[in-house]
């Protein structure tokens, strides 16, 4: 088919062009409204054959942007034929128009993309790739979008993958409001100034009054945090100076290599690192989990600290740990209510007969083994984990370790997870992710969390790393902080 031609009225259009000012010279043109969504509203050209997608605000645009030209040769994405980042975090694809598809047609292709059958594997290739890219990148980037909408058809009668990406828009506009102070860590000013504009029309709509005052209370964030920011000679103003430990970092090192890191809890970071938590509160469904089961297995428990929080617990409660300490731990923690402590080693099975129990859980599973936690379900039982995601607090690690591979930020991704747990006769029932800002105050407190997550950097010792942690005690002091992001997911189960 033709390529159709870009309008004249584009031929200007740059990064110092408002969204506005593109909304009117296209109008002018003779371009008219064609639908709206969320964050996003679309103008058909005078012919009919091309629109214009216009967001207000849309951090994930570039990265569907790059999604359309990398797998244009697959013809299975719209044809793009402009892409502009316009100002203040506003963002323009001008596309061929596309038509729906029935929900059920649209549904199939999904489901054949997620395996994905040969037809459509270098797609689901592409589009991958670009997420990993997305998610190592944006504080707010969520998993693909599996709704039907996003499959439409071309004018030629092909069916295309749209939209796939999206920002986790609930939490993102409820820290903004709750939390402005921390909302404007997470997005750069210059790439936000239109927060407030979105259309909102499938879940609107957005009170004015409402909107405006999200407006002026990031505003006044941004004014907050630039009263506060390095002065051009790199120095923080004198009424922000940061209230530094006077302890020398030798002596910081020496206390945190001798610390305990026994069990599963951080109260030896109380007060010197910081973590932000999941939006879901793991805890609260848990407990409410194994209030109403009557087998359960913990997986992974450490040394029982957060089964332990749970006010009642299963009629017949297991745990499973590998290392020793932990284990010893969580028998004093939960012994007394009952609870069944199985020390088992790293890949042994789960010491319950198949189809046993009615509910597994794990927080922070070391490796998950779908296989035998599909062995053990009975038939409709439930399984609940939040998860360690991919690239999670990789600024830490490389500045260890040095640049990562692709396949190490890979790991644990929640889409493989999926698959696995899929093939192993589960069907995914929920899936959610974070992504989570961590700082730390001292480099005592880096030193206890490579000690604690050994994972992390496996082959630590103060001695091996002392000049990378005296550099971390440098970036501390001069910074305030060390900040890097981890990632987490929570996955719910049923054994079909």
Same mark, same amino acid.
């Given at each position: 088919m033709p390529v159709p031609s870009l309008p004249d009225a584009l031929a200007s259009v740059g990064p110092s062009t408002?969204?506005?000012?593109?909304?009117?010279?296209?109008?002018?043109?003779?371009?008219?409204?064609?639908?709206?969504?969320?964050?996003?509203?679309?103008?058909?050209?005078?012919?009919?054959?091309v629109v214009a997608r216009i967001s207000p605000f849309d951090p994930v645009g570039p990265y569907t942007a790059r999604l359309y030209r990398e797998a244009a040769g697959t013809e299975l994405v719209p044809r793009l034929l402009a892409h502009h980042r316009l100002a203040g975090g506003a963002d323009l694809q001008v596309m061929e128009r596309l038509e729906e598809v029935p929900e059920a047609a649209a549904a199939e292709f999904l489901e054949r993309l997620s395996r994905p059958v040969p037809a459509l594997s270098a797609l689901a290739a592409v589009v991958r790739r670009v997420h990993d890219v997305a998610l190592r990148e944006l504080?707010?980037?969520?998993?693909?979008?599996?709704?039907?909408?996003?499959?439409?058809r071309a004018a030629d009668g092909h069916l295309v993958l749209i939209d796939p990406y999206y920002a986790d828009g609930p939490h993102l506009y409820a820290l903004a409001?709750?939390?402005?102070?921390?909302?404007?860590?997470?997005?750069?000013a210059e790439e936000r100034r239109h927060l407030t504009e979105i259309p909102l029309a499938d879940s609107g709509p957005w009170p004015v009054a409402e909107r405006e005052a999200m407006a002026r209370a990031v505003r006044e964030a941004d004014a907050r945090q630039a009263?506060?920011?390095?002065?051009?000679?790199?120095?923080?103003?004198?009424?922000?100076e940061p209230a530094a430990d006077a302890r020398a970092a030798e002596e910081l090192i020496a206390e945190a290599a001798a610390a305990s890191v026994d069990g599963w809890g951080f109260a030896h970071l109380d007060g010197r690192a910081t973590e932000e938590r999941p939006p879901w509160g793991y805890s609260a469904l848990l407990a409410e989990a194994v209030a109403q089961a009557e087998v359960a297995v913990d997986l992974d428990t450490g040394g029982g600290e957060v089964l332990g929080q749970c006010p009642r617990l299963a009629v017949q409660q297991h745990v499973t740990e590998a290392w020793a300490p932990n284990a010893d731990r969580a028998r004093e923690?939960?012994?007394?209510?009952?609870?069944?402590?199985?020390?088992?080693?790293?890949?042994?099975?789960?010491?319950?007969?198949?189809?046993?129990?009615?509910?597994?859980?794990?927080?922070?599973?070391?490796?998950?083994?779908?296989?035998?936690?599909?062995?053990?379900?009975?038939?409709?039982?439930?399984?609940?984990?939040?998860?360690?995601?991919?690239?999670?607090a990789f600024a830490l690690i490389e500045h260890f370790v040095g640049p990562t591979t692709a396949a190490q930020r890979r790991s644990r991704?929640?889409?493989?997870?999926?698959?696995?747990?899929?093939?192993? *006769?589960?069907?995914?029932?929920? %899936? /959610?992710?974070?992504?989570?800002?961590?700082?730390? &105050? !001292? @480099? *005592?407190?880096?030193?206890?969390? %490579? /000690?604690?997550?050994?994972?992390?950097?496996?082959? &630590? !010792? @103060?001695?091996?790393?002392?000049?990378? %942690?005296?550099?971390?005690?440098?970036i501390i002091r001069r910074d305030g902080s060390f900040l890097a992001h981890s990632t987490r997911h929570l996955l719910r189960a049923r054994r079909r």
């Amino acid at each position: 088919m033709p390529v159709p031609s870009l309008p004249d009225a584009l031929a200007s259009v740059g990064p110092s062009t408002t969204y506005r000012e593109v909304e009117a010279h296209l109008r002018a043109a003779g371009w008219t409204p064609c639908g709206a969504g969320d964050w996003a509203f679309a103008l058909a050209s005078p012919g009919g054959d091309v629109v214009a997608r216009i967001s207000p605000f849309d951090p994930v645009g570039p990265y569907t942007a790059r999604l359309y030209r990398e797998a244009a040769g697959t013809e299975l994405v719209p044809r793009l034929l402009a892409h502009h980042r316009l100002a203040g975090g506003a963002d323009l694809q001008v596309m061929e128009r596309l038509e729906e598809v029935p929900e059920a047609a649209a549904a199939e292709f999904l489901e054949r993309l997620s395996r994905p059958v040969p037809a459509l594997s270098a797609l689901a290739a592409v589009v991958r790739r670009v997420h990993d890219v997305a998610l190592r990148e944006l504080a707010w980037c969520g998993p693909l979008d599996t709704n039907p909408s996003n499959i439409m058809r071309a004018a030629d009668g092909h069916l295309v993958l749209i939209d796939p990406y999206y920002a986790d828009g609930p939490h993102l506009y409820a820290l903004a409001a709750q939390e402005p102070a921390r909302f404007v860590t997470t997005i750069p000013a210059e790439e936000r100034r239109h927060l407030t504009e979105i259309p909102l029309a499938d879940s609107g709509p957005w009170p004015v009054a409402e909107r405006e005052a999200m407006a002026r209370a990031v505003r006044e964030a941004d004014a907050r945090q630039a009263s506060t920011s390095p002065r051009r000679d790199g120095r923080r103003p004198i009424a922000d100076e940061p209230a530094a430990d006077a302890r020398a970092a030798e002596e910081l090192i020496a206390e945190a290599a001798a610390a305990s890191v026994d069990g599963w809890g951080f109260a030896h970071l109380d007060g010197r690192a910081t973590e932000e938590r999941p939006p879901w509160g793991y805890s609260a469904l848990l407990a409410e989990a194994v209030a109403q089961a009557e087998v359960a297995v913990d997986l992974d428990t450490g040394g029982g600290e957060v089964l332990g929080q749970c006010p009642r617990l299963a009629v017949q409660q297991h745990v499973t740990e590998a290392w020793a300490p932990n284990a010893d731990r969580a028998r004093e923690l939960l012994g007394p209510r009952g609870v069944r402590v199985h020390e088992t080693a790293p890949g042994d099975p789960i010491p319950l007969p198949d189809g046993a129990a009615d509910l597994v859980t794990s927080r922070h599973p070391v490796a998950p083994d779908w296989p035998e936690i599909a062995r053990v379900l009975a038939p409709g039982g439930q399984y609940l984990g939040q998860h360690v995601g991919p690239s999670s607090a990789f600024a830490l690690i490389e500045h260890f370790v040095g640049p990562t591979t692709a396949a190490q930020r890979r790991s644990r991704h929640p889409e493989d997870e999926t698959a696995a747990a899929r093939a192993a *006769g589960l069907e995914i029932t929920e %899936l /959610r992710t974070a992504r989570l800002r961590m700082e730390f &105050f !001292d @480099v *005592g407190a880096v030193v206890w969390i %490579l /000690r604690k997550c050994v994972w992390w950097v496996p082959d &630590f !010792d @103060v001695d091996r790393y002392r000049d990378e %942690l005296l550099a971390m005690d440098r970036i501390i002091r001069r910074d305030g902080s060390f900040l890097a992001h981890s990632t987490r997911h929570l996955l719910r189960a049923r054994r079909r």
